[in-house]
């Protein structure tokens, strides 16, 4: 992998406008990635304001943009939703802004040795911190056919989970799924070929085990109930998600927050001119919450 990113950040302009950020604020960006949406956060606070960008994935800070370096930026690895838990022993009481990307970055993606991308092979990881937790070729290797099922169907909405764990499960007696490749193509022979669809039938799968390996939705639902805490009284929770298991999350949990205020009714998604640039953006959902009392 390179030290210079590769990520482009999505939706920047409803993010700035969701934020609205300005000299002397105080913003978290707690998902950094590749470090786009931070650096806009960071230029718009000057002069007076600060951001802390934190990231589960301790390499994205090797390739932060080198402009970083000369604004007022606190970098930190660690899981979004133990934000409170970083903002009390800094002394901080209250911010004006969280920002939450959620999903892979293009980095992530393009680095084979992790496993997000089955484009080319590569150990089967999956893991955003590779120092925590359990790769996914060990998941593999330990679950029961109807619990691995019930996994992929539901983090994968995989209508095709019950066939794709029963081979998983007689193909590793034979020897173990190690690699991307490897589990791309048995779940890929698993599913029908009159089945259509615009994206690779493996996708799905690996996105479970992608939530399941890094307990995504677990995260999700603690910053949900604890960050409205951290924002100070006007200050806005914005949260990009790439998938209908996070936006409804989101959804339900701003419009059933009395700390909150929902100022997106419906999620803001990608212009085609962004998706002329970017095509990931495409699955990207934007929402926005103010905090009231």
Not at 81 to 93: G, N, R, S
Not at 128 to 149: I, V
Request: one cysteine or more; charged letters at 30%; a negative charge.
């Amino acid at each position: 992998m390179t030290n210079e990113t590769c990520h482009i950040p999505v939706l920047t302009q409803e993010v700035l406008e969701g934020l609205a950020p300005e000299p002397g604020k105080f913003f978290i960006d707690g998902t950094f990635g590749g470090g786009g949406h931070t650096l806009l956060l960071a230029k718009a606070v000057m002069p007076g304001g600060r951001i802390i960008a934190l990231d589960r994935d301790p390499e994205v800070f090797t390739r932060k943009p080198e402009e970083l370096a000369s604004l007022p930026v606190d970098f930190a690895v660690g899981n979004y939703c133990d934000l409170p838990d970083y903002l009390h022993q800094k002394q901080i009481t209250g911010v004006d802004g969280i920002l939450l990307d959620l999903g892979l970055s293009g980095d992530q993606l393009a680095d084979s040795q992790r496993g997000f991308s089955f484009q080319s092979d590569g150990p089967l990881d999956l893991r955003f911190n590779t120092e925590e937790g359990e790769p996914a070729w060990k998941l593999l290797a330990r679950l029961k056919e109807e619990p691995l099922a019930n996994l992929i169907y539901e983090y994968g909405e995989e209508r095709f989970s019950r066939r794709i764990a029963k081979q998983i499960v007689q193909r590793r007696e034979e020897s173990p799924i190690r690699t991307t490749g490897e589990l791309a193509d048995l779940v890929r022979r698993c599913i029908p070929g009159k089945v259509k669809s615009r994206i690779d039938p493996a996708t799905r799968t690996f996105q479970a085990l992608r939530i399941a390996v890094n307990q995504e939705l677990e995260a999700l639902r603690i910053a949900l109930r604890d960050l409205p805490d951290c924002l100070n009284k006007g200050g806005r929770m914005v949260i990009i998600s790439f998938h209908s298991l996070e936006d409804r999350m989101v959804k339900w949990a701003f419009r059933d927050d009395e700390r909150l205020h929902v100022i997106t009714r419906r999620p803001l998604e990608a212009t085609d001119q962004e998706l002329a640039a970017n095509p990931r953006a495409r699955s990207a959902k934007l929402r926005i919450a103010e905090r009231t009392e």
